[in-house]
């Protein structure tokens, strides 16, 4: 008999073990299920948890599942056809479908925040970022993890964008019931002075300050890029004024001022 969720998974899954630590998962309300006895295919049964947190099971009748690890559930199904005197010593397994009882919150700068079933057992960041409508336009490339694990808090930061650009799918982590994804707002910068559209806009990634010039609409007729300021935020949060070269990388909340040609 399969001791944990992870084992049962990985005993039937093409894709082996979760890379997400080893979680013990428990059913609840609206799960379905698969429950097979090896060497009894009669007894192949897909069912759904209800309400009171029973199934109907063939032979033995109603039994009390919710709120049970999949190996406990194992162990009671197994328990009542051994002691029902139907199969002695079953070997019992329970393959989970639907994992509805479980819930996971995605908020922040998504186009559908809201709390989510869990539709399967490995369910990834990415996937449920995805049925919250994905990432909106003000939101960043990175997403917060926080929820618990092995009984302990649990946080990660996921970069949403190396998972693909990268190939970082191994950082693509298995959610769990009553996680919380967070996204935040994207990092802007600010740039005003002698440029055609001054205002807030978007740190793209490896941004540089010429970028952020076309990004403002290039200059006046008055500007100068010899003209050009930025200031920053050091690390005790006092103001910088530095006067980097075009090619410089674009930091988080720099306010770029463009100057005047004096000619």
């Known amino acids: 008999m399969l001791s944990s969720f992870v084992a049962t998974i990985a005993a039937v899954s093409c ?4 890379a997400q630590d080893k979680l013990e998962y428990r059913l609840g309300e609206g799960d379905s ?20 947190g029973t199934i109907t099971y063939p032979l033995v009748g109603v039994l009390k599942v919710g709120g049970l690890t999949i190996s406990l559930a194992q162990q009671v199904i197994a328990k009542a056809l051994d002691e029902g005197n139907f199969i002695k010593q079953p070997q019992v397994t329970i393959i989970p479908l639907l994992i509805r009882s ?40 990175t997403a917060i993890l926080t929820g618990e694990r092995a009984g302990k808090p649990y946080r990660k930061e996921i970069d949403i964008a190396a998972l693909f650009l990268q190939s970082r799918s191994e950082e693509d982590v298995t959610v769990a019931g009553g996680d919380v994804i967070y996204v935040h707002r994207a990092p802007v910068f600010y740039i005003y002075g002698e440029v055609q559209r ?3 806009y978007r740190v793209e990634r490896g941004m540089t300050l010429r970028q952020a010039l076309v990004q403002g609409g290039g200059l006046t007729p008055k500007g100068t890029e010899r003209g050009l300021r930025v200031h920053r935020l050091d690390r005790e949060n006092r103001v ?24």
């Open 33 to 52: 299920i698969r429950i097979n006895v090896f060497g009894n295919p009669d007894l192949t049964l897909e069912t759904r948890v209800n309400e009171a």
């Open 102 to 141: 479980s819930q996971v919150s995605v908020v922040g700068h998504v186009n559908r925040a809201g709390r989510f079933p869990l539709e399967t057992f490995n369910t990834r960041v990415s996937e449920m970022i995805a049925i919250a409508g994905g990432i909106s336009p003000a939101g960043a490339d």
């Open 198 to 200: 001054p205002g807030s």
């Open 240 to 263: 910088q004024i530095l006067s980097p070269g075009l090619d410089a990388m674009v930091r988080p909340d720099d306010v770029v001022h463009v100057g005047e040609s004096l000619f």
């Open 15 to 18: 894709g082996g073990p979760l």
